[in-house]
């Protein structure tokens, strides 16, 4: 099983480097006032790629911070309830 993902993966680099050698001519990026930034067209979509991952990181840090708060809110919550709960006598027949 190892030896298949190890081909996979060397599929999927060779797949992206012929993609990258293909694509190398420059390409202009224009801003506002004026700025333009030229590099190769891989070059810009990795940029652009990995902008966008780390966006995705930066959503997903919220909720995962939320819910952590959230959780630990529950467990003192649930600790104050153990602790309050005082244990149960056993009941006696009184026959």
């Given at each position: 099983?190892?030896?298949?993902a190890w081909v996979?993966?060397?599929?999927?680099?060779?797949?992206?480097?012929?993609?990258?050698?293909?694509?190398?001519?420059?390409?202009e990026v224009r801003?506002?006032?004026?700025?333009?930034?030229?590099?190769?067209?891989?070059?810009?979509?990795?940029?652009?790629?990995?902008?966008?991952?780390?966006?995705?990181?930066?959503?997903?840090?919220?909720?995962?911070?939320?819910?952590?708060?959230?959780?630990l809110a529950l467990?003192?919550?649930?600790?104050?309830?153990?602790?309050?709960?005082?244990?149960?006598?056993?009941?006696?027949?009184?026959?």
């Amino acid at each position: 099983m190892r030896y298949l993902a190890w081909v996979v993966k060397a599929l999927l680099f060779i797949l992206v480097l012929g993609f990258a050698l293909k694509n190398a001519d420059p390409v202009e990026v224009r801003y506002y006032l004026g700025y333009s930034w030229q590099a190769p067209l891989v070059f810009i979509l990795l940029v652009f790629f990995c902008l966008g991952v780390v966006a995705g990181i930066f959503a997903g840090l919220s909720r995962v911070y939320r819910q952590r708060r959230e959780i630990l809110a529950l467990k003192k919550a649930l600790r104050n309830q153990s602790q309050s709960v005082t244990p149960a006598t056993p009941w006696v027949d009184g026959a």
